[in-house]
Antibody
Framework: EVQLLESGGGLVQPGGSLRLSCAAS????????MSWVRQAPGKGLEWVSG????????YHADSVKGRFSISRDNSKNTVYLQMNSLRAEDTAVYYC?????????????WGQGTLVTVSS | DIQMTQSPSTLSASVGDRVTITCRAS??????LAWYQQKPGKAPKLLIY???SLESGVPSRFSGSGSGTEFTLTISSLQPDDFATYYC?????????FGGGTKVEIK
């Protein structure tokens, strides 16, 4: 059974950093594209970052480019989102998601999400 | 980036109604479009991919159509479990952008 378990969220001050983790089971992250998607309170979905199945390519939304970085550890079957220079507008539930098949980026399984709150 | 515009933003309907949601892309995305359903406090659920392909396990009352810049999600006969928010997403190119969402409410 495919499962994705996010962790690492919490309260952080503006300008601070957090690293989110997404532990996968039931499949191998090195074979699928993975994404991080966020949802601010009461708002819609916003794609944040993606990593290709090969791991050789990463992509970020303009809103987080230069501040966020996606990576993965194949030995731990885990994907990460390093978030630096956090702003109030980064406050959201962050979901990780796997691609439906290795050759696409559309996502089928999502985690339950982890809440990041940026506030002083 | 490709902009995705959904309409309407809110829709009031009754059980048994036929419901149609529209999604427009700011440029052609071929058929690289997905539809998701989200209920409060839950992660989104994939309904449709590649504009018209039904994800496994999704009821056949859901269907998708369109290509290029105009897409629709249709629920042929609305059921109580279908009251939720629906999002389109383009995956033709990064950034993978979502539409603003359509909330389907009970009339």
């Amino acid at each position: 059974e495919v499962q994705l378990l996010e962790s690492g969220g919490g309260l952080v001050q503006p300008g601070g950093s957090l690293r989110l983790s997404c532990a996968a089971s039931g499949f191998t992250v090195s074979s699928y594209a993975m994404s991080w998607v966020r949802q601010a309170p009461g708002k819609g979905l916003e794609w944040v970052s993606g990593i290709s199945g090969s791991g050789s390519s990463t992509y970020h939304a303009d809103s987080v480019k230069g501040r966020f970085s996606i990576s993965r550890d194949n030995s731990k079957n885990t994907v990460y989102l390093q978030m630096n220079s956090l702003r109030a507008e980064d406050t959201a539930v962050y979901y990780c998601a796997k691609s439906r098949v290795p050759t696409t980026v559309v996502t089928d399984y999502w985690g339950q999400g982890t809440l990041v709150t940026v506030s002083s | 980036d490709i902009q995705m515009t959904q309409s309407p933003s809110t829709l009031s309907a009754s059980v048994g109604d036929r419901v149609t949601i529209t999604c427009r892309a700011s440029q052609s995305i071929s058929n690289w479009l997905a539809w998701y359903q989200q209920k409060p406090g839950k992660a989104p659920k994939l309904l449709i991919y590649k504009a018209s392909s039904l994800e496994s396990g999704v009821p056949s009352r859901f269907s998708g159509s369109g290509s290029g810049t105009e897409f629709t999600l249709t629920i042929s006969s609305l059921q109580p479990d279908d009251f939720a928010t629906y999002y389109c997403q383009q995956y033709n190119s990064y950034s993978l952008t979502f539409g603003g969402g359509t909330k389907v409410e009970i009339k």
